[in-house]
């Protein structure tokens, strides 16, 4: 099993940027494809992005596509989310999320593992 914990997360007004960071431990880091969810309230949760366990491919959700940026470092266990240009309708809780797989998944069901959540709130 591996283990999840968000950080980064924070008050900001719109334009600005944050980058979040999960770090993984209990378990090999670099087995395991990384997502970034996000829900707000009243809402579902959203796929934001994810990022493939060798780093070879990304995948960011249209809403963010030309803002946010997923990258990892397999050496430090550690996926970030690099958020620019951050609108109002970006605040939410921001989860990361983990699997082990050369795939990438798209969904919040590809995910077994999950960490706690990093709030991010965007005033305009």
């Known amino acids: 099993q591996v283990q999840l914990v968000e950080s980064g997360g924070g008050l900001v007004q719109a334009g600005g940027s944050l980058r979040l960071s999960c770090a993984a431990s209990g378990r090999t880091f670099s087995n395991y494809a990384m997502g970034w969810f996000r829900q707000a309230p009243g809402k579902e949760r959203e796929f934001v992005g994810g990022?493939?366990?060798?780093?070879?491919?990304?995948y960011n959700a249209d809403s963010v596509k030309g803002r946010f940026t997923i990258s990892r470092d397999n050496a430090k266990n550690t996926v970030y989310l690099e958020m620019n240009s951050l609108k109002p309708e970006d605040t939410a809780v921001y989860y990361c999320?983990?699997?082990?797989?050369?795939?990438?998944?798209?969904?919040?069901?590809?995910?077994?593992?999950w960490g706690q959540g990093t709030q991010v709130t965007v005033s305009s």
């Open positions: 999320a983990a699997r082990d797989t050369p795939l990438l998944p798209t969904t919040g069901d590809g995910y077994p593992y």
């Open positions: 990022i493939r366990r060798d780093g070879s491919r990304t």
